[in-house]
């Protein structure tokens, strides 16, 4: 009998991470055990604050691959709540990964670490950071770190640089067609990610669906790690217009859109 992967998905009640449990959970091929600051014992959902590291030593325990989606956004507090949940918590999640041995981290990274290309820029993975805002700094740093973590302890890191995720499978603006993911089709690469061969130590790469309008040429993953999406958000957005739905007009000179002129609000 072959034994299934075992997974920690973080932030499992968030949007994100509420899809993957679902979408992961029905494919029938893993032992998964979902956490989130907020637990529901009802979808099984237990109790973690990433930044507690004994928790997260617990939860570790026979884990094959952690799916790290727990975030605090960029609007809150950067230094008393962003810095400590998104750096330290991710560096407590690495930590803990190595003391256990797991073999593959996989982080919710996002298009804003590199928002301050303009758009009609071909943006390569493995092009210079260009953080559009401390959200996107932060998720600069967790990249890094995956980084440290595969070269130093030989811990499989990848990087999925989110773009729009609605959470209810509809774009709803213009930029968002650039971006956008459908669930199917991030669960599909998170899949993609979890399964794919033990010889890719690292990789970003930018989660997005097969949108014909796509900032990023995402082509070369199907060969590398089997992806392949199924969703465009132009036929969508096509759908909306013509049974007349608002489309906002949200579009700027910069991929990170309105990330770029956003002030990170004043902590006293």
């Known amino acids: 009998m072959i034994s299934m992967k075992k997974l920690l998905i973080t932030g499992a009640n968030g949007k994100l991470g509420e899809s993957l449990l679902q979408g992961l959970r029905e494919q029938g091929k893993y032992d998964i055990v979902a956490a989130d600051l907020q637990p529901d014992p009802d979808q099984g959902i237990v109790k973690l604050d990433v930044t507690d590291a004994n928790r997260l030593q617990e939860l570790m325990q026979g884990v094959d691959v952690v799916l790290h989606f727990a975030w605090a956004q960029d609007e809150e507090d950067f230094l008393g709540k962003v810095l400590p949940i998104n750096v330290t918590g991710a ?91 459908s669930s199917r089709d991030m669960v599909q690469l998170a899949a993609c990610c979890i399964e794919a061969d033990s010889s890719i130590d690292f990789l970003s790469l930018y989660g997005t669906s097969d949108n014909s309008d796509n900032y990023y040429d995402i082509g070369y993953l199907e060969k590398l790690i089997g992806y392949k999406p199924q969703d465009d958000a132009s036929e969508l957005l096509a759908e909306s217009r013509h049974s007349h739905e608002t489309i906002a007009q949200d579009e700027t000179a910069f991929q990170g859109g309105g990330f770029v002129e956003k002030e990170q609000p004043a902590k006293s």
Do not use: M, Q
């Not at 797991?102 to 820029?121: D, L, M, P, Q, W």
């Not at 959200?135 to 595969?150: D, Q, V």
């Open 91 to 181: 560096y407590h999640v690495y930590e803990a990964a190595r003391a256990h041995g797991v073999k593959r981290v996989i982080f919710a990274s996002s298009n804003h670490a590199t928002g301050f290309y303009k758009v009609g820029e071909t943006v390569e993975p493995d092009e210079p950071y260009r953080p559009d805002s401390f959200y996107g700094l932060s998720k600069c740093y967790i990249e890094l770190l995956g980084r440290f973590y595969a070269d130093k302890y030989g811990i499989s890191s990848f990087n999925i640089r989110i773009g729009n995720f609605p959470g209810d499978d509809r774009p709803h603006s213009a930029r968002s067609a650039h971006i956008w993911i």
